[in-house]
């Protein structure tokens, strides 16, 4: 479980012997967060055949990088073409609908996290508002448990 933890804290500081199927640039209010792009902008990568269906991410989210990670962890970066608190709202009710519960998060002025657990999966997810272009920055770590 630590592992899962120290790659949603730092999304590829840890040396988890990942590897990684995209990238992404851009802007964002997190410096440490790299370049990250606005969702008219951002290249799409495709989610793996295994990823678990139950996760919800809203309508129009662009995934732009996939890793796999040691301990069944997979790791994707993403961005949603609404506004950090629109985003927001739609984790807080669609990770609950989908049967998955929320725990240990908190929300700032321009991020949020939270841990989730059901479905066969634990994880975490970490929303952060692109102020340049309106959209929200999405980083989920997902392994079965």
Same mark, same amino acid.
């Given at each position: 479980? @630590?592992?899962?933890?120290? @790659?949603?804290?730092?999304?590829?500081?840890?040396?988890?012997?990942?590897?990684?199927?995209?990238?992404?640039?851009?802007?964002?209010?997190?410096?440490?967060?790299?370049a990250?792009?606005?969702?008219d902008?951002?290249?799409?990568? #495709?989610?793996?055949? =295994?990823?678990?269906?139950?996760?919800?991410?809203? &309508?129009?989210?662009?995934v732009?990088? !996939? &890793?796999?990670?040691?301990?069944?962890?997979?790791?994707?970066?993403?961005?949603?073409? =609404?506004?950090?608190?629109? /985003?927001? @709202?739609?984790?807080?009710?669609?990770?609950?609908? @989908?049967?998955?519960?929320?725990?240990?998060? #908190? !929300?700032? #002025?321009? =991020?949020?996290?939270? #841990?989730?657990n059901?479905?066969?999966?634990?994880?975490?997810?970490?929303?952060?508002?692109? !102020?340049?272009?309106?959209? /929200?920055?999405? &980083?989920?770590?997902?392994?079965?448990?």
């Amino acid at each position: 479980m @630590a592992a899962l933890y120290c @790659a949603v804290a730092v999304l590829g500081g840890c040396d988890a012997g990942g590897t990684s199927t995209g990238s992404a640039a851009g802007s964002s209010t997190d410096p440490s967060a790299g370049a990250i792009p606005c969702v008219d902008q951002a290249q799409p990568v #495709e989610l793996p055949a =295994d990823f678990p269906p139950v996760l919800p991410l809203p &309508e129009g989210t662009v995934v732009t990088s !996939v &890793e796999q990670r040691s301990e069944n962890r997979t790791v994707i970066d993403a961005v949603a073409p =609404d506004e950090f608190r629109t /985003t927001l @709202a739609v984790f807080q009710a669609d990770f609950p609908a @989908a049967g998955l519960t929320l725990d240990g998060g #908190e !929300v700032e #002025e321009h =991020d949020a996290e939270s #841990e989730f657990n059901g479905g066969g999966y634990v994880g975490r997810w970490k929303l952060t508002d692109l !102020v340049d272009c309106k959209d /929200t920055r999405i &980083e989920l770590v997902v392994a079965p448990g």
